[in-house]
Structure formats: structure tokens, C-alpha cells
């Protein structure tokens, strides 16, 4: 089956609706603030967001950071700009674009799921490296890995807004746990005053191993540090990487 990508094209106005950005989006925020300060080898000031997406973390982390944000979607980053007007948002592609300048920070997060070949794994980790400054840190949360991924998971997240009830329910599937790809399915009921429309969309995404992690990001010139994140509901590996000098 192809990718469809409705979620950040035509179907990108019901992102806002999956997840409270000031809720779960703020706690991880804080862990990954509380890794920068731990590890940076100077002051951090500006901050990259890579795969900003629609926002949210640039929400939280513009308290303490002046941030920017870049994503492939135009359609996330109009969003990401209406919350977020104070800040600074380009488009491209995190396996390719160069901005000319370094950050003191980069943060990785959801959006390196989509890579989905070492090639482009690593060619996304090369373009975190040449926008930090040397002493700057990159930090990189694997959504799954080969270690947490459970086949066939389905997971139900309800939401609402006015007239508007919308359920998303999102299938993970590795049809070949010999190669470095899974499957994303996401059926959204959409509900306007009660009447319901049903949308379809699916992701071929990028999975490997910790230890492929570990590897690359040493590979990238990395000096790789790692903490655990607990959101309550799960727990993620977070890499805290520096770019030594
Ligand atoms: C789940 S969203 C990110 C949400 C974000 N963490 C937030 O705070 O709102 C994933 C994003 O990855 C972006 N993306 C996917 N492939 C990309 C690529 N090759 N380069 C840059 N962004 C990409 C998508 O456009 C999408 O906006």
C-alpha cells in the first residue's frame, strides 16, 4: 500500500485535536530542556526543531529557548505558525536542507520515524550535526525501536472541539521484522454535529535497533549520552548527543 501523508496535508487541521500540547507535550519538554542543560558545553540560547510539525513542542520549549522550526509540510507549518507567531519557521527536508548557520541546540523527536532506510536515518542525523554549533546538543527520542515495538498494537485516542468529536484509532504493523520498515494505519472518526465521516491514512516508517541508534549517531561524530523518559504511559530511550569540539 502507499503512503498517503493525509495527516499532514488534507487531513492537518485535526492534528491540534491529537494530544494537549501544554499537557504531555510540556512534561517531555522539560525532560528535554533538563538534558540540554546537563550536556551542552556552552550556553544554550537558540534551539532547531527538526520535524516541528504543527507546534507543539516549539509551544513549550520557546519558554526557554528562542526556537525555530522546520518541516517538510507547509500545511504543519502554517500551523506551528499560528501558535506559535514569536517564532522563526523554513521548510525542507530534514535528510537534505542547510540552513548556513548553527544552533546551540537541535531536538529530533516523532518526525525521524519517517525515515525509513539507514540511508536516510543517517543522512537526517548528518543534517542535526551541521546545525549545531561544536558544544551544542542534539536530542534525538525514538518513538519504537526493535526492543519496544509491539505487532499489531492498536491504540483509540478520543478528542473534542465544539460540534467536532473525533476518535483516532492508529494500527502498528511490521509485515518483515527483517527489514528496517513498519507500518502506521490511522482510521479517524470524525463526527461534525453528530454526523459521521470516516478517513483513511497509512506511513511506511523507519525502525531499528538501540544499538543501530548508538551506532549511527557515534558514526554522525556524536558523543552519545542516554536517559530514560517516562510519560506516564511509556518509557523512551532519549539520546542526548554532542557535537565536541
Ligand atoms: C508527528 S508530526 C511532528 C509533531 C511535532 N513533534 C509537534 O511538536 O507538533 C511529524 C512531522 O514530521 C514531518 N516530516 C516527515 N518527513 C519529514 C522530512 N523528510 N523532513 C522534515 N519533516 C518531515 C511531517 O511533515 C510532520 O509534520
Partial sequence: MNDTCRLYTDLAWLWPLWGDASAEYAHYCRH???LIRQYAKLPVKSLLDIGCGGGKNVLNLKKEFNVTGLDLSPTMLAQAKELNPDCTFAQGDMR???LGWGFDAVLMDDAISYMNSRVDFAAAF???YAHLKPGGVLIATPDVTIETFRQNRTTTTPAAR???EVVFIENVYDPDPTDDQYETT???LIRDHGRLRIETDHWSMGIFSLDTWRQVLCETGFEVHESRYDSGD??????????VE
Fill in 162 to 164: 465544539d460540534n467536532l
Fill in 32 to 34: 528535554v530542556t533538563s
Fill in 126 to 128: 548528518r543534517t542535526a
Fill in 96 to 98: 537534505t536542507f542547510r
Fill in 186 to 188: 490511522v482510521l479517524f
Fill in 234 to 243: 511509556e518509557a523512551y530511550t532519549v539520546f542526548a548527543c554532542v557535537k
